[in-house]
C-alpha cells in the first residue's frame, strides 16, 4: 500500500487510523462502535438501529434542523446504520471543512439527545419498514435462518430492525441508557482517509475527541452456536407471493480464523456472485430454476452463519433445494478444480486493492481491519494470503463447514402443496 497510513490510540481508548490519498480534494470519515444489533437489551431489539437513526436529529445544544442545515450548507454527506456487530457513522466532505465536521461528529457521537418528537417519527418510519420487511421473501428467509442457527437468547438472534412489539416498547431512557453503556471511545475506531496530513490530521482527532468519555466498551465474546447433530427444515408461509426464498445455512467462523483466507477462496468459487460459481452455473444457468442464487458467509466478533440463498418460482422449490445439495455434495466429494482456484484466488486478490482506491471504501476496510483486531495492515497482506490458499485448505474448508446433514434449510413464500424435503 503506498499512500501514508498512521495509527494512534488516545488516552480515552479511542483508536485513530489516518489514511492520505491526494488523488481527490476530498476526505471519507468512518467511526466504528461496538455497539451493533447484537447488543440490544433483551425485549428491546431495534434499539441500535433507532439510536443510529437518531444521532443527527439532535445533540448537545444542536437541534436536528441546525444539524442538517450545516451539513447541507458544506456539501457534507452524513449516514450512520447498525450492523450487527457493529454501529457505524459514515461522513463525506471536502477536505477544508475537517476541523468543522469533526467537532460536530464529537458532539453527534458524545451528546445525543434523542428528542421525544424525533423518536416517535422515527418509530412510526421504522414499523412501516417492519411491516414491509415481513412480507418479503428474502428478508424472512434470512431471519427464519438467523433464528434457526442461533438459540433463543444468542446476540446473533434477533432481527436489526427488530419487532413491532419491541420497537413500539423503546422510550427514550432505553435509547440513553444504551449510549451509556454502548457508545463511547474505548473499544471504538475513528478513520479518515483523503486529502489530509497524516499527523495534523492524527493532532486534530486528538485535540477534539481527548475529552470524549464515556462507555469503555471492551470486545464482547460472542458464543459458537450449538452444533447440530441433524438438519432442521422450517417453512414460512406468506400469502399472496409468486416466488419462494430458499436459504441453506451453516455455522460459520469469526472474522479472526485463521479460515477466513480458505474460506473467500471457497465462498468465490461456490458462488459469491449471483451469475458465477458452481452454484450460478447448475442452478441458473444450466436448469434455469432461480432468479437468483448465491453463497455468502458473514464473519464478525462471532461466528455468523454461512449459507446459500436462491429466489425461485414455488414448483421450482424441491428442484432448486435438490440441485444445491447436489452441487455441494459434488464439490465435498470431488474437490475443486485448478482453473477454480487459479480464478478465484486471481480475481480475490485483484479486488482487495481496488477496494483501497476510493476514500470511502479505504476508510471502511481500515476502519473495520483495526475494530476486528487484524490490524491496518491486513488490507495489504489479504492478498498475499490468498495467493498462498492451497487446493488442500480450501478442500478442508468445506469438509469442515459444509456440513449436509447438519444444515438449516428455510422456505419462505406460498404455502407449498407438499412438506419441502
Known amino acids: 500500500m503506498s499512500a501514508v497510513t498512521s495509527r494512534a490510540a488516545l488516552e480515552n481508548g479511542l483508536v485513530v487510523v489516518a489514511r492520505e490519498n491526494r488523488a481527490a480534494k476530498s476526505i471519507a470519515i468512518r467511526l466504528v462502535l461496538e455497539a451493533g444489533a447484537a447488543f440490544d437489551p433483551p425485549g428491546k431489539e431495534g434499539t441500535a438501529a433507532l439510536a443510529g437513526d437518531l444521532l443527527d436529529r439532535g445533540a448537545g445544544s444542536l437541534t436536528a434542523e441546525a444539524i442538517a442545515d450545516y451539513f447541507d450548507y458544506l456539501g457534507v454527506s452524513f449516514e450512520c446504520g447498525a450492523r450487527r456487530d457493529t454501529l457505524e457513522v459514515g461522513i463525506r466532505l471536502l477536505a477544508q471543512h475537517l476541523p468543522g465536521v469533526l467537532e460536530r461528529l464529537r458532539i453527534l457521537v458524545a451528546e ?159 458462488g459469491e456472485f449471483a451469475l458465477g460459481g458452481r452454484l450460478g452455473k447448475s442452478i441458473r444457468d444450466r436448469a434455469g430454476l432461480a432468479y437468483y442464487v448465491y453463497s455468502r458467509f458473514t464473519a464478525g466478533i462471532g461466528a455468523g452463519p454461512l449459507a446459500v440463498r436462491g429466489g425461485v418460482a414455488p414448483q421450482n422449490v424441491r428442484k432448486a433445494i435438490d440441485l444445491m445439495r447436489k452441487t455441494i455434495e459434488d464439490l465435498l466429494r470431488r474437490g475443486v478444480t485448478a482453473a477454480e482456484m487459479k480464478d478465484s484466488k486471481s480475481a480475490l486478490a485483484a479486488s482487495i486493492p481496488r477496494r483501497m482506491e476510493t476514500n470511502p471504501e479505504s476508510a471502511s476496510v481500515l476502519a473495520d481491519a483495526e475494530f476486528f483486531g487484524q490490524g491496518i495492515d491486513y488490507p495489504e497482506k489479504l492478498p498475499r494470503l490468498i495467493r498462498e490458499v492451497t487446493r488442500e485448505q480450501v478442500e478442508d474448508a468445506a469438509e469442515r463447514y459444509l456440513t449436509l446433514g447438519r444444515h438449516v434449510l428455510v422456505v419462505a413464500g406460498p404455502k407449498l402443496d407438499k412438506e419441502t424435503p
Not at 204 to 214: D, E
Open 112 to 270: 445525543p439527545t434523542f428528542p421525544e418528537e424525533e423518536l416517535r417519527r422515527e418509530k412510526g418510519q421504522v414499523l412501516t419498514s417492519i411491516a414491509e420487511r415481513d412480507q418479503d421473501t428474502a428478508a424472512v428467509a434470512e431471519m427464519a435462518l438467523a433464528e434457526t442457527i442461533f438459540p433463543e437468547g444468542h446476540p446473533y438472534r434477533n432481527p436489526r430492525l427488530g419487532t413491532r412489539a419491541s420497537i413500539e416498547s423503546i422510550e427514550r431512557r432505553d435509547l440513553a441508557a444504551f449510549h451509556r453503556a454502548r457508545i463511547g471511545p474505548g473499544g471504538s475506531v475513528l478513520c479518515l482517509a483523503g486529502d489530509l496530513d497524516t499527523r495534523r490530521a492524527m493532532d486534530l482527532v486528538a485535540g477534539l475527541f481527548a475529552s470524549w468519555t464515556g462507555a469503555r466498551v471492551a470486545r464482547a465474546v460472542i458464543p459458537e452456536p450449538p452444533a447440530r447433530t441433524r438438519a432442521i427444515v422450517v417453512s414460512r408461509p406468506i400469502d399472496g407471493k409468486t416466488q419462494a426464498d430458499i436459504g441453506l445455512g451453516f455455522p460459520g467462523i469469526r472474522r479472526r480464523s485463521p479460515d477466513l483466507p480458505a474460506l473467500l477462496v471457497l465462498n468465490n468459487i461456490l
